[in-house]
Protein backbone atom coordinates (compact mmCIF):
# COMPACT_ATOMS: atom_id res chain seq x y z
CA UNK A 1 0.00 0.00 0.00
CA UNK A 2 1.33 3.57 -0.97
CA UNK A 3 0.68 6.84 0.68
CA UNK A 4 0.78 9.98 -0.99
CA UNK A 5 0.97 13.71 -0.28
CA UNK A 6 2.47 15.06 -4.20
CA UNK A 7 1.95 18.81 -4.16
CA UNK A 8 1.03 19.71 -7.39
CA UNK A 9 3.60 21.88 -8.58
CA UNK A 10 7.19 20.31 -9.89
CA UNK A 11 8.76 23.67 -8.39
CA UNK A 12 7.66 22.86 -4.95
CA UNK A 13 9.21 19.61 -5.40
CA UNK A 14 12.33 21.53 -6.39
CA UNK A 15 12.32 23.72 -4.02
CA UNK A 16 11.74 21.26 -0.96
CA UNK A 17 14.77 19.56 -2.56
CA UNK A 18 15.33 16.48 -4.81
CA UNK A 19 17.98 15.19 -2.06
CA UNK A 20 15.54 14.80 0.22
CA UNK A 21 13.36 12.77 -2.25
CA UNK A 22 15.01 8.85 -2.76
CA UNK A 23 15.80 9.61 1.57
CA UNK A 24 12.15 9.51 2.66
CA UNK A 25 11.71 5.58 0.90
CA UNK A 26 14.23 4.86 3.56
CA UNK A 27 13.14 6.73 6.57
CA UNK A 28 16.34 8.60 6.63
CA UNK A 29 17.65 12.44 5.77
CA UNK A 30 21.37 11.21 4.40
CA UNK A 31 24.09 13.80 5.70
CA UNK A 32 27.02 13.74 4.09
CA UNK A 33 30.42 11.65 5.52
CA UNK A 34 32.03 13.52 8.07
CA UNK A 35 35.61 12.97 9.03
CA UNK A 36 34.88 13.18 12.41
CA UNK A 37 35.35 9.53 13.93
CA UNK A 38 35.36 7.84 17.16
CA UNK A 39 38.86 7.03 19.04
CA UNK A 40 37.68 3.84 20.43
CA UNK A 41 40.05 1.31 18.74
CA UNK A 42 38.05 -2.45 18.05
CA UNK A 43 38.72 -4.27 20.89
CA UNK A 44 40.76 -7.70 20.22
CA UNK A 45 38.29 -10.85 19.48
CA UNK A 46 37.78 -13.51 21.77
CA UNK A 47 35.60 -16.32 20.67
CA UNK A 48 35.68 -17.89 23.85
CA UNK A 49 34.57 -14.77 25.73
CA UNK A 50 30.68 -14.10 25.42
CA UNK A 51 29.53 -10.43 24.11
CA UNK A 52 28.22 -7.96 25.72
CA UNK A 53 24.94 -8.57 26.97
CA UNK A 54 25.01 -12.17 26.99
CA UNK A 55 24.00 -13.73 30.36
CA UNK A 56 23.25 -18.16 30.61
CA UNK A 57 19.35 -17.30 29.80
CA UNK A 58 19.33 -14.09 27.64
CA UNK A 59 21.04 -11.51 25.29
CA UNK A 60 20.22 -7.84 24.51
CA UNK A 61 19.86 -6.76 20.88
CA UNK A 62 19.13 -2.88 19.86
CA UNK A 63 17.28 -1.69 17.52
CA UNK A 64 16.63 1.68 16.34
CA UNK A 65 13.50 3.00 14.62
CA UNK A 66 13.07 5.43 12.70
CA UNK A 67 11.09 8.75 13.99
CA UNK A 68 8.30 9.00 11.25
CA UNK A 69 7.79 12.31 10.73
CA UNK A 70 8.90 12.98 7.24
CA UNK A 71 7.24 10.74 4.94
CA UNK A 72 3.48 12.40 5.03
CA UNK A 73 5.10 15.80 4.64
CA UNK A 74 7.49 14.80 1.67
CA UNK A 75 5.33 15.57 -1.06
CA UNK A 76 6.95 12.17 -2.17
CA UNK A 77 4.74 8.78 -2.50
CA UNK A 78 6.53 6.42 0.29
CA UNK A 79 5.19 2.89 0.80
CA UNK A 80 2.77 2.60 3.91
CA UNK A 81 4.77 0.33 6.24
CA UNK A 82 3.07 -0.67 9.56
CA UNK A 83 4.97 0.93 12.79
CA UNK A 84 8.50 -0.07 14.08
CA UNK A 85 7.91 -1.32 17.55
CA UNK A 86 4.49 -3.17 16.93
CA UNK A 87 6.71 -4.64 14.13
CA UNK A 88 10.40 -5.54 16.09
CA UNK A 89 8.37 -7.00 19.34
CA UNK A 90 6.36 -9.66 16.91
CA UNK A 91 9.51 -10.66 15.42
CA UNK A 92 11.23 -10.37 18.73
CA UNK A 93 8.58 -12.63 20.16
CA UNK A 94 8.45 -15.29 17.42
CA UNK A 95 12.46 -15.81 17.78
CA UNK A 96 11.55 -16.51 21.99
CA UNK A 97 8.66 -18.69 20.70
CA UNK A 98 11.22 -20.85 18.30
CA UNK A 99 14.36 -21.12 20.44
CA UNK A 100 15.64 -17.87 20.49
CA UNK A 101 19.48 -17.06 19.84
CA UNK A 102 21.88 -19.46 21.00
CA UNK A 103 19.09 -20.72 23.39
CA UNK A 104 18.78 -17.63 25.21
CA UNK A 105 15.70 -15.49 25.48
CA UNK A 106 16.03 -11.92 22.96
CA UNK A 107 15.48 -8.77 24.93
CA UNK A 108 15.15 -6.11 22.64
CA UNK A 109 16.14 -2.39 23.74
CA UNK A 110 14.31 0.36 20.92
CA UNK A 111 15.75 3.88 20.30
CA UNK A 112 14.22 5.87 18.14
CA UNK A 113 16.37 7.77 16.24
CA UNK A 114 15.53 11.47 14.04
CA UNK A 115 16.87 11.31 10.64
CA UNK A 116 16.20 14.97 10.55
CA UNK A 117 19.16 15.84 13.07
CA UNK A 118 21.54 13.07 12.12
CA UNK A 119 25.23 13.97 11.91
CA UNK A 120 28.46 12.09 13.35
CA UNK A 121 27.45 13.46 16.98
CA UNK A 122 23.92 12.05 17.08
CA UNK A 123 25.24 8.88 15.67
CA UNK A 124 27.64 8.46 17.76
CA UNK A 125 25.80 9.77 20.70
CA UNK A 126 23.16 6.73 19.84
CA UNK A 127 26.01 4.50 19.98
CA UNK A 128 27.00 5.11 23.42
CA UNK A 129 23.35 4.77 24.30
CA UNK A 130 23.39 1.33 22.98
CA UNK A 131 26.67 0.03 24.26
CA UNK A 132 27.17 2.34 27.31
CA UNK A 133 24.24 2.32 28.82
CA UNK A 134 22.27 -0.73 27.21
CA UNK A 135 24.93 -2.94 26.69
CA UNK A 136 23.86 -4.61 24.19
CA UNK A 137 25.26 -7.92 22.32
CA UNK A 138 24.05 -6.43 18.86
CA UNK A 139 22.43 -3.45 17.19
CA UNK A 140 20.03 -3.83 13.95
CA UNK A 141 20.99 -0.37 12.38
CA UNK A 142 18.64 2.23 10.30
CA UNK A 143 19.29 5.53 9.03
CA UNK A 144 23.20 5.50 10.15
CA UNK A 145 24.61 7.02 7.40
CA UNK A 146 27.68 8.92 8.26
CA UNK A 147 29.42 5.37 9.76
CA UNK A 148 31.66 7.66 12.23
CA UNK A 149 30.13 6.08 14.76
CA UNK A 150 31.24 2.03 13.56
CA UNK A 151 34.80 2.29 15.78
CA UNK A 152 32.48 2.72 19.16
CA UNK A 153 30.80 -0.09 18.49
CA UNK A 154 33.22 -2.16 17.15
CA UNK A 155 35.20 -1.10 19.90
CA UNK A 156 33.01 -2.06 22.75
CA UNK A 157 32.58 -5.84 21.11
CA UNK A 158 28.94 -4.60 19.75
CA UNK A 159 28.03 -6.04 16.41
CA UNK A 160 26.45 -3.84 13.78
CA UNK A 161 23.52 -5.83 12.05
CA UNK A 162 23.54 -2.43 9.76
CA UNK A 163 20.17 -2.37 7.31
CA UNK A 164 20.60 1.20 6.62
CA UNK A 165 21.06 -0.35 3.07
CA UNK A 166 23.99 2.02 2.10
CA UNK A 167 26.63 -0.05 0.17
CA UNK A 168 29.84 -1.10 1.88
CA UNK A 169 32.77 -2.00 0.46
CA UNK A 170 35.23 -4.78 1.75
CA UNK A 171 37.71 -2.55 3.28
CA UNK A 172 35.46 -1.18 5.26
CA UNK A 173 33.89 -4.63 6.31
CA UNK A 174 36.99 -6.06 7.07
CA UNK A 175 38.09 -3.22 9.34
CA UNK A 176 35.19 -3.63 11.68
CA UNK A 177 34.96 -7.77 11.53
CA UNK A 178 33.68 -9.58 13.11
CA UNK A 179 31.33 -6.49 14.09
CA UNK A 180 30.14 -5.21 11.20
CA UNK A 181 27.40 -6.81 8.78
CA UNK A 182 24.97 -6.03 5.95
CA UNK A 183 22.97 -9.55 5.54
CA UNK A 184 20.86 -8.05 3.29
CA UNK A 185 22.92 -6.42 0.76
CA UNK A 186 26.31 -7.49 -1.40
CA UNK A 187 29.60 -6.39 -1.59
CA UNK A 188 29.51 -2.75 -2.98
CA UNK A 189 32.00 -3.45 -5.85
CA UNK A 190 30.99 -7.07 -6.41
CA UNK A 191 27.41 -5.22 -7.00
CA UNK A 192 28.41 -2.22 -9.53
CA UNK A 193 31.13 -5.00 -11.36
CA UNK A 194 28.03 -6.92 -11.87
CA UNK A 195 25.81 -4.14 -12.96
CA UNK A 196 28.35 -3.34 -15.69
CA UNK A 197 28.31 -7.38 -16.58
CA UNK A 198 24.79 -7.68 -16.24
CA UNK A 199 24.56 -4.56 -18.40
CA UNK A 200 26.63 -5.63 -21.29
CA UNK A 201 25.28 -9.12 -21.30
CA UNK A 202 21.52 -7.84 -21.63
CA UNK A 203 22.59 -5.56 -24.16
CA UNK A 204 22.01 -2.25 -22.62
CA UNK A 205 25.90 -1.39 -23.07
CA UNK A 206 27.52 -1.95 -26.09
CA UNK A 207 31.16 -0.89 -27.52
CA UNK A 208 30.68 2.40 -29.12
CA UNK A 209 28.09 3.85 -26.22
CA UNK A 210 29.85 6.77 -24.52
CA UNK A 211 29.32 5.93 -20.88
CA UNK A 212 29.26 8.51 -17.86
CA UNK A 213 29.75 7.46 -14.24
CA UNK A 214 28.77 9.86 -11.78
CA UNK A 215 30.69 9.31 -8.93
CA UNK A 216 30.54 10.75 -5.42
CA UNK A 217 34.01 11.84 -3.62
CA UNK A 218 35.11 9.65 -1.37
CA UNK A 219 38.07 6.71 -1.48
CA UNK A 220 35.51 3.92 -1.00
CA UNK A 221 33.34 5.27 -4.43
CA UNK A 222 36.65 5.87 -6.08
CA UNK A 223 37.67 2.14 -5.61
CA UNK A 224 34.58 0.70 -6.84
CA UNK A 225 34.66 2.69 -10.06
CA UNK A 226 38.30 2.35 -10.39
CA UNK A 227 38.64 -1.37 -9.19
CA UNK A 228 35.74 -2.74 -11.00
CA UNK A 229 33.41 -0.76 -13.36
CA UNK A 230 36.52 0.94 -15.47
CA UNK A 231 37.77 -2.52 -15.79
CA UNK A 232 34.57 -3.51 -16.86
CA UNK A 233 33.61 -1.57 -19.46
CA UNK A 234 37.15 -1.86 -20.72
CA UNK A 235 37.16 -5.16 -21.37
CA UNK A 236 33.57 -5.17 -23.13
CA UNK A 237 35.57 -2.03 -24.96
CA UNK A 238 32.87 0.58 -24.05
CA UNK A 239 34.77 4.16 -23.27
CA UNK A 240 33.62 5.64 -19.89
CA UNK A 241 34.15 9.16 -18.87
CA UNK A 242 34.06 10.11 -14.56
CA UNK A 243 32.38 12.75 -13.26
CA UNK A 244 33.00 13.46 -9.59
CA UNK A 245 31.02 15.69 -6.36
CA UNK A 246 30.57 16.17 -3.17
CA UNK A 247 27.43 14.57 -1.68
CA UNK A 248 27.88 17.09 0.75
CA UNK A 249 27.11 20.38 -0.67
CA UNK A 250 23.38 20.67 -0.27
CA UNK A 251 23.35 23.78 -2.75
CA UNK A 252 23.15 21.01 -5.75
CA UNK A 253 25.73 23.16 -7.40
CA UNK A 254 28.15 19.72 -6.99
CA UNK A 255 25.88 17.33 -8.82
CA UNK A 256 24.88 19.98 -11.02
CA UNK A 257 28.08 20.58 -12.03
CA UNK A 258 28.81 16.91 -12.90
CA UNK A 259 25.64 16.45 -14.84
CA UNK A 260 27.74 19.50 -17.26
CA UNK A 261 30.94 17.50 -17.52
CA UNK A 262 28.89 14.29 -18.75
CA UNK A 263 27.13 16.37 -20.82
CA UNK A 264 30.34 17.64 -22.60
CA UNK A 265 31.54 14.29 -22.82
CA UNK A 266 28.33 13.59 -24.77
CA UNK A 267 27.35 10.34 -22.92
CA UNK A 268 24.37 8.49 -23.56
CA UNK A 269 24.67 5.75 -20.84
CA UNK A 270 24.88 7.18 -17.15
CA UNK A 271 25.69 4.75 -14.22
CA UNK A 272 25.63 6.19 -10.85
CA UNK A 273 28.16 5.48 -7.46
CA UNK A 274 26.65 7.79 -5.27
CA UNK A 275 23.82 8.05 -2.72
CA UNK A 276 19.99 6.64 -2.51
CA UNK A 277 19.00 10.20 -4.48
CA UNK A 278 21.86 10.77 -6.29
CA UNK A 279 20.07 8.55 -9.48
CA UNK A 280 17.04 10.67 -9.11
CA UNK A 281 18.65 13.96 -8.74
CA UNK A 282 20.54 13.56 -11.89
CA UNK A 283 17.19 11.89 -13.79
CA UNK A 284 15.14 15.37 -12.48
CA UNK A 285 18.12 18.15 -12.65
CA UNK A 286 19.39 16.57 -15.87
CA UNK A 287 16.48 16.83 -17.73
CA UNK A 288 16.16 20.68 -17.36
CA UNK A 289 18.91 21.59 -18.92
CA UNK A 290 18.59 19.11 -21.55
CA UNK A 291 20.69 15.99 -20.39
CA UNK A 292 18.93 12.86 -21.29
CA UNK A 293 20.99 9.55 -21.47
CA UNK A 294 19.86 5.98 -20.52
CA UNK A 295 20.69 5.84 -17.07
CA UNK A 296 21.24 2.43 -15.72
CA UNK A 297 19.98 1.75 -12.26
CA UNK A 298 20.76 -0.43 -9.27
CA UNK A 299 18.73 -1.63 -5.93
CA UNK A 300 21.25 1.01 -4.30
CA UNK A 301 19.29 3.64 -5.95
CA UNK A 302 15.58 2.47 -5.13
CA UNK A 303 13.86 1.53 -8.17
CA UNK A 304 11.05 1.20 -6.59
CA UNK A 305 10.81 5.19 -5.56
CA UNK A 306 10.98 5.70 -9.30
CA UNK A 307 8.17 3.85 -9.65
CA UNK A 308 6.39 5.26 -7.34
CA UNK A 309 7.10 8.86 -8.06
CA UNK A 310 6.93 8.32 -12.30
CA UNK A 311 5.52 11.94 -12.62
CA UNK A 312 7.81 13.93 -11.23
CA UNK A 313 10.33 12.96 -13.89
CA UNK A 314 10.50 14.97 -17.35
CA UNK A 315 8.27 13.01 -20.06
CA UNK A 316 10.09 9.89 -21.10
CA UNK A 317 13.22 9.98 -19.08
CA UNK A 318 12.39 6.55 -17.24
CA UNK A 319 11.50 4.89 -21.21
CA UNK A 320 14.57 3.78 -21.94
CA UNK A 321 16.64 3.23 -18.01
CA UNK A 322 17.25 -0.26 -17.05
CA UNK A 323 19.74 -1.29 -14.38
CA UNK A 324 20.11 -4.88 -12.05
CA UNK A 325 18.17 -5.46 -8.87
CA UNK A 326 18.97 -7.64 -5.70
CA UNK A 327 16.36 -6.16 -3.04
CA UNK A 328 12.62 -6.96 -4.79
CA UNK A 329 10.70 -4.29 -2.00
CA UNK A 330 13.50 -1.71 -3.40
CA UNK A 331 12.43 -2.56 -6.85
CA UNK A 332 9.47 -4.28 -8.01
CA UNK A 333 6.09 -3.37 -7.29
CA UNK A 334 4.01 -5.73 -9.18
CA UNK A 335 4.96 -9.34 -8.54
CA UNK A 336 3.67 -12.41 -6.96
CA UNK A 337 4.24 -11.59 -2.53
CA UNK A 338 5.17 -13.51 -0.92
CA UNK A 339 7.48 -15.31 -3.49
CA UNK A 340 9.96 -17.28 -1.22
CA UNK A 341 10.41 -19.60 1.80
CA UNK A 342 12.22 -16.41 3.51
CA UNK A 343 9.67 -14.32 2.68
CA UNK A 344 7.13 -16.32 3.94
CA UNK A 345 8.95 -17.25 6.91
CA UNK A 346 9.09 -13.74 8.28
CA UNK A 347 5.41 -13.00 6.70
CA UNK A 348 4.24 -15.31 9.14
CA UNK A 349 6.37 -14.69 12.04
CA UNK A 350 4.83 -11.20 11.74
CA UNK A 351 0.93 -12.16 11.38
CA UNK A 352 1.58 -14.45 14.65
CA UNK A 353 2.38 -11.18 16.21
CA UNK A 354 -0.53 -9.34 14.81
CA UNK A 355 1.44 -7.63 12.13
CA UNK A 356 -0.31 -7.54 8.43
CA UNK A 357 1.67 -6.88 5.37
CA UNK A 358 -0.30 -6.18 2.40
CA UNK A 359 2.35 -6.33 -0.26
CA UNK A 360 6.12 -6.49 -0.58
CA UNK A 361 6.82 -2.67 -0.94
CA UNK A 362 5.69 -2.27 2.53
CA UNK A 363 7.69 -5.27 4.04
CA UNK A 364 10.94 -3.48 3.39
CA UNK A 365 11.37 -2.50 6.99
CA UNK A 366 9.58 -5.85 8.43
CA UNK A 367 12.15 -7.43 6.23
CA UNK A 368 15.44 -5.86 7.30
CA UNK A 369 14.45 -6.58 11.07
CA UNK A 370 13.42 -10.17 10.31
CA UNK A 371 17.00 -10.73 8.52
CA UNK A 372 18.47 -9.22 11.62
CA UNK A 373 16.90 -11.61 13.89
CA UNK A 374 16.56 -14.58 11.62
CA UNK A 375 20.73 -14.38 10.87
CA UNK A 376 21.39 -14.19 14.84
CA UNK A 377 19.22 -17.77 15.48
CA UNK A 378 20.79 -19.11 12.50
CA UNK A 379 24.51 -18.32 13.44
CA UNK A 380 24.26 -17.85 17.19
CA UNK A 381 25.04 -21.80 17.42
CA UNK A 382 23.76 -25.00 19.40
CA UNK A 383 22.09 -23.94 22.88
CA UNK A 384 24.20 -22.81 25.54
CA UNK A 385 26.80 -22.21 23.50
CA UNK A 386 29.11 -19.29 23.80
CA UNK A 387 27.69 -16.36 22.39
CA UNK A 388 29.90 -13.75 20.16
CA UNK A 389 30.92 -11.67 17.22
CA UNK A 390 33.76 -14.34 16.41
CA UNK A 391 31.21 -17.51 16.97
CA UNK A 392 28.47 -16.07 15.09
CA UNK A 393 31.01 -15.13 11.66
CA UNK A 394 32.30 -18.67 11.89
CA UNK A 395 29.07 -19.96 12.22
CA UNK A 396 27.44 -18.15 9.37
CA UNK A 397 30.06 -19.58 7.28
CA UNK A 398 28.02 -22.89 7.27
CA UNK A 399 24.70 -21.65 8.14
CA UNK A 400 21.75 -22.66 5.88
CA UNK A 401 20.32 -18.97 5.93
CA UNK A 402 18.71 -16.67 3.24
CA UNK A 403 17.48 -13.52 3.50
CA UNK A 404 13.98 -12.64 2.73
CA UNK A 405 15.49 -8.95 1.77
CA UNK A 406 17.30 -9.86 -0.88
CA UNK A 407 17.04 -12.35 -3.98
CA UNK A 408 19.90 -15.13 -3.06
CA UNK A 409 22.11 -15.17 -0.28
CA UNK A 410 25.35 -17.29 -0.08
CA UNK A 411 26.87 -16.97 3.45
CA UNK A 412 29.86 -19.27 1.52
CA UNK A 413 30.99 -16.06 -0.10
CA UNK A 414 31.47 -13.01 1.84
CA UNK A 415 30.04 -13.61 5.12
CA UNK A 416 29.20 -9.80 6.49
CA UNK A 417 27.99 -8.59 2.88
CA UNK A 418 26.23 -12.28 1.89
CA UNK A 419 23.47 -11.20 -0.75
CA UNK A 420 24.53 -12.98 -3.82
CA UNK A 421 21.78 -12.90 -6.73
CA UNK A 422 20.35 -10.23 -8.58
CA UNK A 423 18.21 -9.71 -11.50
CA UNK A 424 18.40 -6.98 -14.39
CA UNK A 425 15.06 -4.01 -14.23
CA UNK A 426 13.56 -2.86 -17.24
CA UNK A 427 10.82 -0.29 -17.02
CA UNK A 428 7.56 -1.04 -18.04
CA UNK A 429 5.16 1.83 -19.57
CA UNK A 430 2.46 -0.38 -19.09
CA UNK A 431 2.24 -0.57 -15.07
CA UNK A 432 4.74 2.58 -15.03
CA UNK A 433 6.82 0.35 -12.81
CA UNK A 434 9.73 -1.73 -13.18
CA UNK A 435 9.89 -5.24 -13.98
CA UNK A 436 12.37 -7.87 -13.28
CA UNK A 437 14.25 -10.09 -16.00
CA UNK A 438 13.29 -14.02 -15.59
CA UNK A 439 17.53 -14.93 -15.31
CA UNK A 440 18.50 -14.79 -11.54
CA UNK A 441 22.00 -13.81 -11.85
CA UNK A 442 25.19 -14.83 -9.91
CA UNK A 443 27.55 -11.97 -8.19
CA UNK A 444 30.47 -12.81 -9.85
CA UNK A 445 33.65 -10.03 -9.38
CA UNK A 446 34.04 -7.17 -7.27
CA UNK A 447 34.69 -8.59 -3.65
Request: charged content about 20%; glycine content about 10%.
Amino acid sequence: MLRSSLQPARSTLVRRGLAAAALVVVGSSLAACSSTASEQEPTAVDAGEPGPGVTDDTVKIGFVALKDDTAGNSGFVTPEEPPAEKTINALVDWVNANGGIAGRTVEPVIREFDTSTDSPQSEEALCQAFTRDDEVFAVVLRGQYQGTARACYSGAATMMIDQTLAPLTTTELDEHAPYLWTPSLPEWGSAMAGQVEGLVASGFLAPGDKVGIAQKDGEGAASVVEGGMLPALEEAGIDAAVATFDPADATGASIQAAIGTLQREEVTKALVVGNPDTAAQLMFFGGQTGFAPAYALSSFDLPGFFSDNAQIFPPGSLDYVSGIGFLPPKDVRNDDFPATDAEQACVDALAEGGVEIADRASAATAFQYCDALTLLQAAGGEDGAVLSAANVAENAAGADWQAAMSLGTDLGGNVFAPASAYRVLTWDAGSSSFVYGDDELAFTAGS
